[in-house]
C-alpha cells in the first residue's frame, strides 16, 4: 500500500503545470484577450457542434442528478490598474494570482484536451494559457470576476465528477476516462442531459476563454494565418486590383457607386 501511495504522489508531481511565462508577458496576453473580439466571438461560435458518447465499461456512474459546488472563494481586492495607469513604468504585479498549483495543473490538461499538439503547432499549454486564465480570473475587474466564479465552479465540478466516477482527480485519470466526462459537457444542446445542463454552459465559458487566450499568442495568430501588425517596407501598395473588383461589385448591389473611389494610376 505504502508503494503505492508513493507511486501516486510521483504521478501527481509530475502532473503539475509549471508556468515558464513571466507576469509581465502573461498580463501582455491577458490585456490583448481583454481588448480583443475573440472571446465573445468564440462564445457564440461554439455551442452547437455535436456530442460523441464514449462507454468505459462499468462502475463508472454518471451522476444522475445535478450537483453543483457551493465555493467560498475569497474577494479579490486589489485595486488593478486603475483609470489612469502609468504605461511607461507598469507594476510588475497589480494583483496576485489567485489559482492553486491543483487547479493551474487541471487547467492545463483541459486547455490541452481543447487545444493539443498538432505537428508544429503547439498545444494551450505549451504556449502559456493556463498563467494568462490565472490572470484573467485574478483580476480585480467586474468581467474577470463573473469569470472567476464560473471557471473555479466548472473546475471544482470536474473533479467532483470524476471523484464520482473513477474515485480519482482529473488529472490522475487516463484519456479514456476523461473523455467519457468530457463528452458529456463539451456542448449544451438539446441532447444534453438535464443534469449536465449547468457544467455545459460554464464549460462554454471556459473553452472560449482558452480558444481565445491562444488565439492571442503568436503562435496562435500564426496557427490562424494572421498577418497584421507587419510593417510594410517602401510605399504602401494599396489594394490590389481584385480588391477593389469585389468593392465595386459589392457598391454597384447596394447602389453607391458613385461613392467608389477611383483607381489611382
Request: contains cysteine; aromatic residues 8%; charged residues 20%.
Amino acid at each position: 500500500m505504502a508503494k503505492d501511495q508513493n507511486n501516486s504522489t510521483v504521478d501527481q508531481q509530475e502532473m503539475q503545470y509549471k508556468s515558464g511565462i513571466t507576469r509581465r508577458d502573461s498580463l501582455k496576453l491577458m490585456m490583448a484577450l481583454a481588448a480583443s473580439a475573440l472571446l465573445p466571438a468564440v462564445l457564440t461560435g461554439c455551442d452547437s457542434a455535436p456530442v460523441s458518447k464514449t462507454d468505459v465499461g462499468t462502475g463508472a456512474a454518471k451522476a444522475s442528478t445535478e450537483h453543483w459546488p457551493k465555493l467560498k472563494l475569497s474577494p479579490v481586492t486589489a485595486t488593478g490598474y486603475g483609470k489612469d495607469p502609468n504605461l511607461i513604468l507598469p507594476p510588475e504585479s497589480p494583483w496576485p494570482l489567485t489559482l492553486t498549483q491543483a487547479q493551474l495543473s487541471l487547467v492545463a490538461v483541459l486547455s490541452d484536451i481543447l487545444v493539443p499538439r498538432e505537428g508544429s503547432v503547439p498545444s494551450a499549454s505549451e504556449v502559456h494559457v493556463p498563467a494568462v486564465v490565472d490572470e484573467w480570473v485574478s483580476a480585480p475587474y467586474e468581467r474577470q470576476q463573473q469569470d472567476r466564479v464560473t471557471i473555479l465552479s466548472a473546475l471544482a465540478w470536474i473533479d467532483d465528477e470524476a471523484q464520482m466516477r473513477f474515485d480519482k482527480t482529473f488529472v490522475a485519470l487516463d484519456k479514456t476516462q476523461r473523455k467519457a466526462i468530457m463528452d458529456d459537457i463539451a456542448f449544451d444542446t438539446a441532447e444534453t442531459p438535464t443534469q449536465f445542463k449547468r457544467i455545459a454552459a460554464a464549460f462554454s465559458r471556459f473553452r472560449a476563454l482558452v480558444l481565445a487566450a491562444f488565439f492571442c499568442t503568436p503562435e496562435g495568430t500564426k496557427d490562424i494565418g494572421y498577418i497584421g501588425n507587419v510593417p510594410i517596407g517602401g510605399d504602401y501598395p494599396g489594394p490590389t486590383k481584385e480588391a477593389y473588383a469585389h468593392l465595386d461589385k459589392i457598391l454597384a448591389d447596394l447602389g453607391l457607386t458613385e461613392y467608389a473611389y477611383p483607381i489611382q494610376a
